[in-house]
Structure formats: structure tokens, C-alpha cells
């Protein structure tokens, strides 16, 4: 019994804080349950209450990096997903590839807690096996004790008292229970806007007119459309021949609907087996499931039975999508409304807090019901631009936020913010905003309406590796920005010094932002950081570099893997020593072994010291110790 | 006053015009030759007149689209102005550039276009998709350099590679203002002015001398009964490289009964083509009714195709089994017996049709 009680609890999250307000209904499996007559209709199902900090709805992306923000900053936080695996569109169920502002060429590749996750990918997972990319982002989720997580839980309904959501409720079918969540804030990362509509708060679909925000790419007339759907499948080449039977409800496709979509590799589908620009993407998915199901096996009877491919005879499906992945659908309205000109020209917002970096990618809304178009036209950017946390909060309630593509943005506007790495950045940007507004009592635009707060959330965002356009560190609490900082080497352009200039990566303005340091031949160069007057510390904090500049992201497609690094990525630091000084003195030692994060945290007892002597001993490749910021704090435990 | 239904005047008319014409071109310094005629005139948001006239060919039909244009470029009229002909091709698709010698076209601070300048330039106003068309020109220019320097018609060294890529360097002002020029209003002038032109004899052109984007135009024009009178460009079609043109052709041949002995040729070159032309074609003969001669020759070719094309031929025998002649069942018998051992299930079934018989 007690095991059971255990077991169940833990399922649950009450350990890591999530309140079952009616424990009776917590306890194990009561005998009665079993030897009385069953319960008839819905009390069939278990009702179980939590009461939480922050509920978020969609463990996609932008899901994940919420929960794990809004937990690692302390909130207790119950992360509900209707699908047995996380990951949304990336998962191995869907495998789109996390797209991002990597599209622009230059060095802005996306950091944070999506980074986090992609090293451990390409760490972890070399092998490059979607169902093991699942369980890295499992593994994140799972061992961070803040969060309660509960899989194959759908949210169904939703209670909202005047501007505030109260809670929702969700229902899991494999363990027939049905779970009110109750919560100070709610994060709608269902990429559907579910949670919105459900409490009545507006929201936007189809495409707007060029009239209404003046956006050039827009159309003459407002409508109903948008962007479809994509069913994604995997394939694999044998040493024979291997032959396909399409089924009699596939699509026939011949050799014109290809002129503007090339079959020239088969081991990954095509982003442009798309539907449903013309449907309704969410009410009808049923339907768009079965038709897309239609074109995905006419393009491969195509691509093998048409005579026209014979270099496809050997290869054969091994994998095909059940869960089309969604572009568009509803979009919540904040405080503001980002549009084409936000995306294409970067505004300086006080409230940014993420970018984004696709280009301006709309997709006509036939797909492949009208091969004759071009399956997407895109407006390329001249650089990455802001998003702000307005647009990241419902207008109509005071605990209601979004993150993913339901977010405040014109339809011409999501074209480019639509992206799971961009998504993943809002995930993170909300998550670190929701526990502000739960610490102090506030709402986003009571965050956004006070510049101290907006400054510490933006803040805390940079210290946890969040990049956000024109914001430098300058957190007090940070003491290595008062130190003076010398070095054993340093390379011309790369000085010292650069580690605690507020810059933690390449922002392409001409300065490296970087310590660096040659760490061949026996070479063990050290970076210290001098205090005038002693400091007590037990925490240093540092980010290292990790070749932003390059893509890194799981993906079945070989083009799209051919030039990433899977593994450590050889310019982050691996070995180095940590040393606490005063007066001369080594005070604290420490040896930190195998790093690959990007950014790393050491913890340790409080210390006085003087100085930090860290010394590089080795890098995962390079022959430079590259170092981008060292901050130093006195945490209180 | 001029009466202008006399003879005398319409001679003074014309005269006049083709004088003003010609002062206008040689002070541009462009060649004008009197049988091109003046189509429109355009008024760019400069206030600059630009005046359209259509080029014909020796046999008098419309072969492209120019104006001979002379415009300020940048704003507040740092730069020189440019003075450039442009050429259009008959829909409306940017054609060419023709500087004018000794008023070359320049980046800022008068650098002379390198020949990869002009490259990028031509592919920059070919595309009618270009970002400059969503793009106002202030947000393209790096305006926070200093005016007089070499960046005012530049791109910030942050810019990314995606985005400079489509641009011309230190010439932003003369793409954006070319661009918007050929590509706007002027464009589907000129597309609408040769849809209400179009004659046998100007398709019979664009089927045979132009471009590919000309093949298709024509071709989603040709209607049914035309068919047969554009035979002979038709099959000219199938025979060029490009598979899209080949296959949309073969799409529009009538009946082969109607176009033998010609058609036959598409079976004894059979193995000429590229595999989605091959395709095309076997679809082609097992829409229509295939009489014993096509028949024959199909027979001819059978050693020459591979396994799928086979299915499909033998599909074309099956349907028109009433058709095939003693000689026929005789080579095709021939043709399964020399297969011998490596007979499939196609095969046998294709036997039994012809014992059968």
C-alpha cells in the first residue's frame, strides 16, 4: 500500500510541490474500488485537483523551455502534454527540424535552454535517432524536481473569473483520470491557442489585409486562409531492390507537379507535402490527416513506380508521420500586434525578449491541391529582430501568456516568428517572465509598465543564456563586472578584458566579445579576475562558445546534417581548473571535467577571496581556450 | 491647326514624330529604328516620363519592350542619374540593360561596375520575387553612415549573407529604383498589351525562339482545335531538352491517328529521351486508339525499354489488341520467346492475349 501511495504521488509531482487539494483521491487504489460496484459514466474517471504556480498547456518547444524556466527560477510548475512524447512538431512523432534564425548565415544560432538541449542532442544522441531525441528532452523536463510533468493528458475546458483564468481541466485517457489544474499563471503553448479560446480571449486566423498593418506581402482582401500542414515520413536505402504498392486511396501524381518541388534525395520527406491553407487546420484534421496520408504515398508511388526515378529501386519507406505538423492556426492578441515591418526592420523594444531570424516564409494555402504554384516564396532578412514580452501575454486576462506560433503576430508576421527554434526562445522568455509575475504579484503588462521589473526579467533572461538584441549585462549582483581581469596569453582582438563587457557571444558588431588564448603544445593558458577589496563568492558562472555560427539541429534530412558538428563542438572549453585566491593564497580548488554546455554554473561553498584563477587545460578541439563571459556571485541558498 | 485626316498632315504628323524621336534617341544615344512603335507612357514616382516602345523583328513581329530611361537614383539626388535603356521581353519580364558608352553605371563614389556587378545586377531585376519588392528603400540603405561616404548606398557589415546576396553592393539605389521601374505597373502594361496582340504567326515565334517562359505561355493558350495547327511546333518541342516544355507539349498533340506518320518518330526516338518524357509518351498512346502501324512500331522499340515502360506498352497492345496484324502477334511472339527463361508474370499474360487471338 504504501509503495503504491508513493508511486503515485511522485507520478503526480506532489514531491516537487503541485498540491492534490482532495488527497483521498491521491491515496493508492482503495480495495472498495475493486469489490463494489463499478461507478457508472463519468465517475468512471478519477478527478485529481493541483494547485500549482504555473500551469503550462503544450509540451512542444516552446512548452518545454517555459516549464524548465519558470521551474529552474523556482516556481512549482505542472507541464501538461497531450501527446506520450514531448517535442511537438521536433518530436520523433512529427521531425520537423528545429528551424531558427541559423537561416540567416551569421552567427545567431539560438542560446539558452534550447542550447542546452541541442548540445545534449548532439552529445548524447550522435547516433541521430529521433526516439532518443524524445527522451533528451524527457530527461530534461524529468529531473528538474519544480516540474510536475503529465503525458497523454489533453486539456479540454477551461474556468476564467473576470480577467483571470482560474483553471483547466484535462483528461487523460490511459489512466482515466480527469485533473483540475489550478494555477496563478497559465502558459497557452498548445500552438493551437486552445486554452485561449477556451476562456474567450480573442484571438486572430486567416490572413489579414494589406490595409490593415500596411504589409506588402499581404493580400488585397482579408481571408480565411493560411498556411497548411505537412506530413513528414523517413526513408532508407537496402542493398536490393525493394518494391512499393501504393494503396488505392493514394493521391496519382506525374511528373509536371514537380516542377517546383524537387524529389532529388528521398531519405526525408518533403515540407511541402502541405495541406490545408484552404481547411480549417484544427477542426478539420481528420480529414487533412487522411488526404495528406493520400499525397505522402502518391509522392513516394511517384517517386517509385513512375519509371521516371529508377535510383529510388532500392530504397524503401522506414517511417511515416501519423500527426501532421501544423504551421498556422489561431493567433492570441497582446498588447501588441507584431507585423511585417517589425520583422523586417529590428525595433528597439524596451520589453524584447527574444528574436527571431527566419525570413518572411508564407506558404500559398493550397499546397498540394495546386501544384502549379511555388510551394512557399521567402523574403529573406537582413538580420535578426526583437520580439517583446507584449506580444507574449493574452490582452484580455492578467495570467494568461503564450509562447509558440499562437503568439501576438499578423499572419504575414508568423510566417517568420512560426519557427520551433524562435518558439523555443519564447517558451523561455515566458517561463522566466511567469515566475517574475508570480514572485511579486504581477501581470505581464504589469511587468512590461514597470521598467525595474522589465529590467530584471531581461536580466535574468541574459544571465540564463537567453541572447536578447540590444541588452548587456548589467546585473549588480553580478561581482565579476568590478573585477580587473588579467591573462597567462591572449590572442590580439580577443582580450582579457572582453569577458566581463556585459557581451556573451558574437553580435557581429566588429568586437570579438571573446577571451581567447592558443591551449596547444603543453599550453595551459589562465584567466584571473582581481577584486580590490576581497569578495565572498560560491558561484562562477561561464559561458563558453559553441560555434554559434554553425547549424545544430537534429534532422533527417542529410543536406541539413551535413555540416553540423554532432558531438562536443570543438571550440568549447572541456577541462579547466577553478581557483579562489586570497592574498596569494589558494583558498578554493576545483577541477571541472568534460564540459560541452555553453553555458556552465559551479557552485560551491561561500569563499572570501580576492581572486578567480581559472586555468584552461583542454578544449573539445580547438587550439584556442575560448572563453565569453565569467560572472561571479554570492548566491543565497 | 493641322487637319489630321489629310494626307499632308498625317505626313507632317509623322515626320514630326519620328524627328523629336530620333533628336530624343541620339541624345541618349540609343539606336531607334522607325518600324518600333510607342506603346504607353509611364510617369515613375520621380515624375520621370518613360516612354514604351515595342521593337519588331524583320518580319514585323513584336520581338521585345524598351524605354530609353534617364532618372535621378538616390535620395535627395545624391548620386548621378542614370541613363540606361531597358528591354522587356514580350511579357513583360525584364529582358537586358544597354548602358550608354561614357555614362557607364556606377556603385557610390562613381566605382564602375565589374562585370559580376552587371551579372548580379541582370539576376537581381529577373526576379520578379526579389526582396526589394517588400522592402522600402530607406530600410534598405545603411543610412546611419555618413552621408558623403562610400556607404551611404551600402548594407551594414552585419547584414546577413542571405539577405546581401540579392543585392548589388554599393549600388542598392540603382537596383531598387531598375527594379520597381521594370517589374511594376510598366511589367503588366507591356504583359496586357501583348495578350491583345497575340497572332498565329507571333505564337509560331514564341513557340520556336523564345524562351522557355514564352513555351509556357503559348502552350496554356493553345486551345483544342489549335492543336493540329501548331503540330509542327509541337513536336519541335518534344525534341528540346527541357522535360516540362517536352511533356506539356506531348499533352497537347491530337490523336495520333491524326498526325501519322510523324508521330511515329516519338516511338523510333524513344529511347532519345529523358526518362519523364518516355513517361509522357506512353501515357499519350494509351489515352488514344493505337492502330496497327503504331502498333508496329511499338514492337520495334520493346528491347530498348525498362520493366515499368514495359507494363505500359504492353498496356497499349492489351488495349488495342483488335489492331494487331499477323506480322505484329508474329514479332511480339518472337520478342517473348527470346526472353526465354526471364519471362515474368507481364510477360506471360501478354502471351496469352496473343494465343488468344
Known amino acids: 500500500m504504501n509503495d503504491n501511495r508513493r508511486t503515485f504521488l511522485k507520478t503526480l509531482g506532489l514531491s516537487s510541490g503541485a498540491m492534490i487539494l482532495n488527497p483521498f483521491e491521491g491515496t493508492a487504489i482503495p480495495a472498495e474500488k475493486f469489490l463494489n460496484q463499478p461507478a457508472k459514466g463519468l465517475d468512471i474517471y478519477t478527478r485529481r485537483i493541483i494547485q500549482t504556480d504555473i500551469a503550462v498547456i503544450g509540451g512542444g518547444m516552446?512548452?518545454?523551455?517555459?516549464?524548465?524556466?519558470?521551474?529552474?527560477?523556482?516556481?512549482?510548475?505542472?507541464?501538461?502534454?497531450?501527446?506520450?512524447?514531448?517535442?511537438?512538431?521536433?518530436?520523433?512523432?512529427?521531425?520537423?527540424?528545429?528551424?531558427?534564425?541559423?537561416?540567416?548565415?551569421?552567427?545567431?544560432?539560438?542560446?539558452?535552454?534550447?542550447?542546452?538541449?541541442?548540445?545534449?542532442?548532439?552529445?548524447?544522441?550522435p547516433q541521430n535517432a529521433y526516439p532518443m531525441f524524445d527522451f533528451v528532452m524527457y530527461d530534461k523536463v524529468i529531473s528538474e524536481p519544480n516540474i510536475t510533468l503529465l503525458l497523454d493528458t489533453a486539456l479540454f475546458d477551461a474556468k476564467a473569473n473576470g480577467r483571470k483564468v482560474e483553471q483547466i481541466v484535462a483528461f487523460c485517457s490511459p489512466t482515466e483520470e480527469i485533473y483540475e489544474i489550478k494555477a496563478k499563471h497559465f502558459a497557452d503553448c498548445t500552438g493551437d491557442g486552445t486554452l485561449a479560446a477556451l476562456v474567450g480571449a480573442e484571438y486572430m486566423?486567416?490572413?489579414?489585409?494589406?490595409?490593415?498593418?500596411?504589409?506588402?506581402?499581404?493580400f488585397p482582401e482579408a481571408d480565411e486562409k493560411g498556411m497548411g500542414n505537412s506530413l513528414l515520413f523517413m526513408a532508407d536505402k537496402f542493398d536490393k531492390p525493394m518494391p512499393f504498392k501504393a494503396p488505392e486511396w493514394a493521391r496519382k501524381f506525374q511528373f509536371e507537379d514537380f516542377r517546383h518541388r524537387g524529389v532529388s534525395s528521398f531519405e526525408y520527406g518533403y515540407w511541402w507535402i502541405e495541406l490545408g491553407g484552404e481547411y480549417d487546420t484544427i477542426s478539420d484534421g481528420h480529414k487533412l490527416h487522411r488526404e495528406l496520408l493520400a499525397i505522402l504515398f502518391g509522392v513516394w508511388d511517384y517517386i517509385k513506380n513512375s519509371g521516371n526515378h529508377p535510383e529510388s529501386e532500392n530504397w524503401a519507406l522506414t517511417w511515416v508521420g501519423m500527426i501532421q505538423g501544423k504551421r498556422e492556426s489561431r493567433r492570441i492578441v497582446g498588447d501588441y500586434i507584431m507585423t511585417q515591418r517589425d520583422v523586417q526592420i529590428p525595433q528597439e523594444y524596451a520589453d524584447g525578449v527574444a528574436y527571431g531570424g527566419w525570413s518572411l516564409d508564407d506558404h500559398p494555402p493550397a499546397g498540394m491541391d495546386d501544384t502549379s504554384l511555388k510551394p512557399a516564396r521567402q523574403v529573406p532578412l537582413k538580420g535578426?529582430?526583437?520580439?517583446?514580452?507584449?506580444?507574449?501575454?493574452?490582452?484580455?486576462?492578467?495570467?494568461?501568456?503564450?509562447?509558440?506560433?499562437?503568439?501576438?503576430?499578423?499572419?504575414?508576421?508568423?510566417?517568420?516568428?512560426?519557427?520551433?527554434?524562435?518558439?523555443?526562445?519564447l517558451g523561455?522568455?515566458?517561463?522566466?517572465?511567469?515566475?517574475?509575475?508570480?514572485?511579486?504579484?504581477?501581470t505581464g503588462r504589469g511587468i512590461v509598465n514597470s521598467p525595474k521589473d522589465m529590467q530584471q526579467v531581461r536580466q535574468t533572461l541574459l544571465r540564463q543564456d537567453q541572447s536578447i538584441l540590444y541588452v548587456v549585462n548589467q546585473d549588480e549582483a553580478d561581482l565579476a563586472r568590478k573585477a580587473s581581469v588579467t591573462a597567462s596569453d591572449q590572442d590580439t582582438g580577443f582580450e582579457a578584458s572582453n569577458v566581463i563587457d556585459g557581451v556573451n557571444r558574437d553580435i557581429q558588431d566588429g568586437k570579438s566579445h571573446q577571451w581567447r588564448a592558443r591551449v596547444e603544445g603543453g599550453k595551459e593558458p589562465w584567466i584571473q579576475l582581481k577584486w580590490n577589496t576581497p569578495v565572498s563568492i560560491n558561484q562562477i558562472e561561464f559561458t563558453f562558445d559553441t560555434g554559434l555560427h554553425r547549424?545544430?539541429?537534429?534532422?533527417?534530412?542529410?543536406?541539413?546534417?551535413?555540416n553540423q558538428i554532432r558531438g562536443r563542438q570543438p571550440e568549447t572549453v572541456s577541462d579547466f581548473k577553478i581557483e579562489g585566491l586570497l592574498n596569494g593564497k589558494v583558498v578554493y580548488s576545483d577541477f571541472v571535467m568534460n564540459n560541452y554546455y555553453r553555458k556552465y554554473v559551479h557552485k560551491f561553498e561561500v569563499t572570501k577571496v580576492d581572486s578567480v584563477r581559472i586555468t584552461v587545460t583542454k578544449t573539445n578541439g580547438d587550439a584556442h581556450a575560448r572563453i565569453f563571459e565569467i560572472r561571479c556571485y554570492n548566491e543565497r541558498t | 491647326m493641322l487637319n489630321v485626316k489629310s494626307p499632308?498632315?498625317?505626313?507632317?504628323?509623322?515626320?514630326?514624330?519620328?524627328?523629336?524621336?530620333?533628336?530624343?534617341?541620339?541624345?541618349?544615344?540609343?539606336?531607334?529604328?522607325?518600324?518600333?512603335?510607342?506603346?504607353?507612357?509611364?510617369?515613375?514616382?520621380?515624375?520621370?516620363?518613360?516612354?514604351?516602345?515595342?521593337?519588331?523583328?524583320?518580319?514585323?513581329?513584336?520581338?521585345?519592350?524598351?524605354?530609353?530611361?534617364?532618372?535621378?537614383?538616390?535620395?535627395?539626388?545624391?548620386?548621378?542619374?542614370?541613363?540606361?535603356?531597358?528591354?522587356?521581353?514580350?511579357?513583360?519580364?525584364?529582358?537586358?540593360y544597354q548602358e550608354v558608352k561614357g555614362k557607364e553605371i556606377t556603385k557610390f563614389d562613381h566605382e564602375p561596375f565589374e562585370e559580376d556587378d552587371h551579372k548580379k545586377l541582370k539576376e537581381i531585376l529577373s526576379d520578379k520575387e526579389s526582396l526589394l519588392q517588400d522592402y522600402h528603400i530607406e530600410d534598405l540603405v545603411d543610412t546611419t553612415q555618413k552621408v558623403y561616404s562610400a556607404?551611404?548606398?551600402?548594407?551594414?557589415?552585419?547584414?546577413?549573407?542571405?539577405?546581401?546576396?540579392?543585392?548589388?553592393?554599393?549600388?542598392?539605389?540603382?537596383?531598387?529604383?531598375?527594379?520597381?521601374?521594370?517589374?511594376?505597373?510598366?511589367?503588366?502594361k507591356i504583359l496586357a498589351h501583348t495578350q491583345a496582340n497575340m497572332s498565329e504567326a507571333l505564337k509560331r515565334k514564341m513557340l520556336l525562339r523564345g524562351s522557355v517562359a514564352y513555351q509556357d505561355f503559348v502552350l496554356d493558350r493553345i486551345l483544342p482545335e489549335e492543336r493540329k495547327t501548331f503540330q509542327p511546333e509541337l513536336f519541335e518541342l518534344i525534341d528540346r531538352e527541357n522535360p516540362f516544355i517536352a511533356i506539356k507539349s506531348i499533352r497537347h498533340l491530337p490523336d495520333p491517328n491524326k498526325l501519322e506518320p510523324d508521330v511515329w518518330k516519338l516511338i523510333r526516338n524513344f529511347d532519345k529521351y529523358v526518362?519523364?518524357?518516355?513517361?509522357?509518351?506512353?501515357?499519350?498512346?494509351?489515352?488514344?486508339?493505337?492502330?496497327?502501324?503504331?502498333?508496329?512500331?511499338?514492337?520495334?522499340?520493346?528491347?530498348?525499354?525498362?520493366?515499368?515502360?514495359?507494363?505500359g506498352v504492353y498496356g497499349i497492345f492489351e488495349k488495342n489488341k483488335s489492331q494487331l496484324d499477323k506480322t505484329t502477334i508474329a514479332g511480339l511472339k518472337a520478342y517473348l520467346e527470346r526472353r526465354n527463361d526471364k519471362l515474368d508474370g507481364h510477360d506471360r499474360k501478354l502471351m496469352l492475349i496473343l494465343n488468344n487471338l
Open chain 1, 551 to 562: 547549424y545544430l539541429r537534429i534532422s533527417g534530412q542529410a543536406v541539413v546534417m551535413k
Open chain 2, 275 to 311: 526518362l519523364p518524357v518516355r513517361s509522357a509518351i506512353i501515357q499519350y498512346f494509351t489515352r488514344y486508339p493505337c492502330n496497327t502501324s503504331a502498333l508496329k512500331e511499338w514492337v520495334q522499340v520493346l528491347g530498348t525499354l525498362s520493366e515499368q515502360q514495359k507494363v
Open chain 1, 62 to 125: 516552446s512548452g518545454i523551455c517555459a516549464a524548465l524556466a519558470a521551474a529552474r527560477n523556482g516556481a512549482k510548475v505542472v507541464l501538461i502534454q497531450n501527446r506520450s512524447r514531448l517535442g511537438g512538431n521536433a518530436s520523433s512523432e512529427i521531425r520537423m527540424h528545429i528551424s531558427g534564425s541559423s537561416a540567416l548565415r551569421q552567427v545567431w544560432r539560438e542560446t539558452g535552454i534550447l542550447e542546452e538541449i541541442m548540445l545534449d542532442d548532439a552529445v548524447l544522441n
Open chain 1, 205 to 218: 486566423r486567416g490572413r489579414e489585409a494589406e490595409s490593415k498593418w500596411n504589409e506588402s506581402l499581404a
Open chain 2, 8 to 96: 499632308v498632315s498625317r505626313i507632317l504628323s509623322l515626320a514630326i514624330r519620328v524627328i523629336v524621336l530620333l533628336l530624343w534617341s541620339t541624345t541618349m544615344g540609343f539606336p531607334f529604328h522607325q518600324n518600333d512603335q510607342h506603346i504607353f507612357t509611364y510617369r515613375t514616382d520621380r515624375e520621370v516620363d518613360v516612354r514604351i516602345f515595342l521593337a519588331v523583328d524583320k518580319d514585323e513581329l513584336p520581338d521585345h519592350y524598351y524605354c530609353d530611361l534617364f532618372t535621378p537614383i538616390c535620395l535627395e539626388d545624391l548620386c548621378n542619374p542614370i541613363e540606361i535603356r531597358l528591354e522587356w521581353d514580350l511579357l513583360g519580364n525584364f529582358r537586358n
Open chain 1, 384 to 425: 535578426p529582430y526583437p520580439i517583446p514580452l507584449r506580444s507574449l501575454y493574452s490582452k484580455d486576462f492578467d495570467n494568461l501568456w503564450m509562447a509558440g506560433r499562437n503568439i501576438s503576430v499578423s499572419h504575414v508576421a508568423l510566417s517568420s516568428t512560426r519557427v520551433m527554434a524562435t518558439c523555443a526562445t
Open chain 1, 428 to 442: 523561455q522568455a515566458v517561463g522566466v517572465a511567469m515566475q517574475h509575475a508570480v514572485a511579486r504579484n504581477l
Open chain 2, 151 to 188: 556607404e551611404i548606398d551600402g548594407l551594414t557589415a552585419a547584414t546577413s549573407k542571405t539577405f546581401a546576396d540579392k543585392l548589388v553592393p554599393g549600388a542598392i539605389y540603382t537596383c531598387y529604383t531598375l527594379w520597381h521601374i521594370i517589374n511594376g505597373e510598366i511589367a503588366d
